[in-house]
């Protein structure tokens, strides 16, 4: 081979002909509760609809510590990660919407596309659904694939740290789509973590008329102040019900998330909601966690409860649009990136140290 032809090969990953040819990566591999390790794996290999996109960054989700610690059902091993932006570096032979060097994204849930559900446009609730780096591979790794209708073009000017937060904004924009937040609400958050924060920002841009967020760590309560929302409540002081009830004249906020999944939290927001209100329980409980409640109350008050755990279909599209458009920005919300070396750190930080509000790992420069 001449120099110019070894000039011509890039990082290993092509041939002279530009053709992909890597076929080992780095990852991330969860082999069983509390046990992941950095390894060298296969490349996926992709079929005639996918698409192999080289990872560039990936956000820890609050999901991932859940599946570390074996609180999750998902299969072992596996490789987590489902946050992330990246290259196209391979097409299959069917894909004619996207190309390789596009930068990307991708919705996470996979769906059969022929069930009840899916016939209905409810893929959320697919029979055989599937959803990259909780059920099969995801992108804590050099290289994932996803199917070429899941994956969604980054706008010109976009980061990478941008792209790799659209999976949760449209996450938090079907919870507000659930809710129906309209002009003039009063929401009440439970919870200034990543979501609830991200609850908060887009309550405001959909014209709540006063946002109020509960929470008992300090961290976490002095950025819901830099970031602007209303009314900042230090959950370890004072009755978060209580203060609630003061500020709507005891009648309850029209709108309440749940974005913290404990009971306590979750009996807290049936207190703060008012008569005739929406409870929106988006805090992921651990599945087997019960709570007690009085069906009187939702009949005599007439409640509207709501769940909301995903996004798909038209959130992603928004989620695109508010962040490309500057109307919300990411960074607000991430506290630090970290190498794909140092994940494990990462994930038990973001379970442990609520000090951190959102992890980003970076994968590719």
Known sequence: ???NMKNAVIDNQQDIEGNFVKKEMKAAVTHAAGDLKIENVPVPEIQDNEVLIQ???????????????????APMPLIQGHE??????KVGSAVSSVAVGDRVTADINIS?????????????????????GVHIDGAFAEYVKA?????????????????????????VIRGQERAKVGMGDTVAIIGAGPMGLAHAILAKLNGAGRVIISEMNQTRIQ???????????????????????NLTEGRGADVVFEVVGSMPTYRQAFQMVRRGGTLVAYGAAPADHTLEIKPFEIYSKELTIVGSYAGTYGTWVKAIQLISSKRF???????????LDNLEDGIKEADKNKDTIKILVSVAD
């Open 329 to 339: 920005n990411p960074n607000d919300i991430i506290s630090k990136t970290i190498t």
């Open 1 to 3: 081979m001449t120099q």
């Open 84 to 89: 992330f932006s990246g290259e196209v570096v």
């Open 223 to 245: 950025k819901a102040k830099d970031l602007g929302i209303d009314v900042v409540i230090d959950a370890s002081e004072k009755d978060s019900v209580q203060e609630v009830l």
């Open 55 to 73: 990872v560039k960054a990936c956000g820890i989700c609050g999901t991932d510590p859940h599946i570390y610690n074996g609180h999750f059902p």
């Open 112 to 132: 059969c596309g022929n069930c009840y559900f899916c016939r209905i446009g409810q893929k959320l609730f697919c029979e055989n659904i599937t959803q990259l």
């Open 147 to 171: 199917p070429e209708n899941n994956v969604y073009k980054l706008p010109e000017g976009m980061t990478w740290d941008e792209g790799a937060y659209i999976e949760p904004l449209a996450c």
